[in-house]
């Protein structure tokens, strides 16, 4: 988003701007820019906060005297998926029936902290596994499974993440 502004100085003196953003009415601030010069600013929005009821702050300073200003009235900013990476298992894992598989993944959301039970795990093949961060499970029966992370923020960003595992009868074939 492009922020612009007016700002002078009686003496001259060069102006530095700060440019803070709200997702929530001004009850809180994010720092956006820093030191800027010139009266305006292209702000990346890819890792903002989404919310109904944002605002733009402008702080204007010579160094001794200062001023702020607000954005013309709220405005929204869309919600933004969590980001979801999966860290265990790896796509071709082997694993023996009855065998502990340790799943874990890392989410998170720029808008902000997402549940404990985010992401959730399931098999496309028995179902929902348990959810967070991290999961050991022994269930899982034999055959080719494809894993789903799933992370729902609760507000309209949902991210799946996948990996293919088998799960084998014998320790024999889960040998190279």
């Avoid at 596994?129 to 055959?143: P, R, V």
């Avoid at 789903?148 to 088998?166: F, K, L, M, W, Y």
Wanted: charged share 10%; aromatic share 6%; proline share 7%.
């Amino acid at each position: 988003m492009t922020v612009s502004w007016t700002a002078s100085d009686p003496d001259g003196d060069p102006l530095f701007t700060n440019i803070q953003y709200s997702p929530d009415g001004g009850t809180s601030w994010v720092m956006l820019a820093q030191n800027v010069t010139g009266t305006s600013a292209v702000i990346s929005t890819t890792n903002t906060p989404g919310g109904i009821g944002a605002l733009v702050r402008v702080w204007v300073s010579d160094g001794l005297h200062s001023a702020a200003d607000l954005s013309d009235g709220p405005f929204t900013v869309p919600n933004l998926a969590p980001s979801l990476e999966i860290a265990s298992p790896v796509t071709g894992t082997t694993a023996v029936l009855a065998e502990t598989v340790h799943f874990a993944a890392t989410v998170s959301d720029p808008d902000g902290p997402l549940a404990a039970d985010q992401p959730v795990w399931s098999s496309h093949i028995d179902g929902k596994l348990g959810a967070g961060e991290s999961l050991g499970y022994a269930g899982l029966t034999g055959g080719v499974h494809i894993i789903s992370a799933v992370a729902d923020d609760g507000a309209g960003g949902v991210v799946t993440a996948t990996r293919t595992i088998t799960v084998v009868y014998s320790p024999v074939l889960a040998l190279p």
